[in-house]
C-alpha cells in the first residue's frame, strides 16, 4: 500500500578529475536499463547527507568525502511509480573506478553526460550540477591540479 504522503530519496552527481559524470544503467524498473544518478530512497532514522553516501557506495563502490547540496526536487510526476521528493548532491571524486552493486546493472564515467538519456528528471539535475560546479571554487584537490 502507498504511503499518504512523498518519499524521500537523494541522488548523487558525481564528477571525476577528468569532468567526466558517474552513471548507472537501472537494473530495475521505472527506466530499467536507462542511464540515472546513484541514489536510492532514505531510511528510518538516516540523515540525507549519509543515505547519499550509502546509496552510492552499494550502487558503485564509490565514497563521497564531500557532498554539496545541488537542490532539492519536488514535481510529483518526477517518479511514475508515486510522489517522490530528491535530495540532490554534487561530489567531486579522484582516482576512484566505479563498480556497479545494488540497483545498478552497470556504472561507468561517461564523457558527456549531457548528451545522454537520462531516468527521472536527472537531466535538470545535471543541468543544475554544472551550473552550480561552474560558480563555485573548485576543492582544493582540484585547484592544486589547475
Known sequence: MEPDRPWISTDCVVIDDRERVLL????NDPFRGDYAFPGGFIETGETAENCARRELMEETGIVADNLR?????S???RDPRHHTITIAYLVSVHGQTPTAGDDAAAAEFVEDATKQKLAFDHDVILRDALRL?????????GARKQ
Open 24 to 27: 548507472i544503467r537501472r537494473k
Open 69 to 73: 547540496l545541488i537542490g532539492v526536487y
Open 75 to 77: 514535481d510529483p510526476k
Open 133 to 141: 560546479r561552474d560558480v563555485l571554487p573548485r576543492s582544493r584537490e
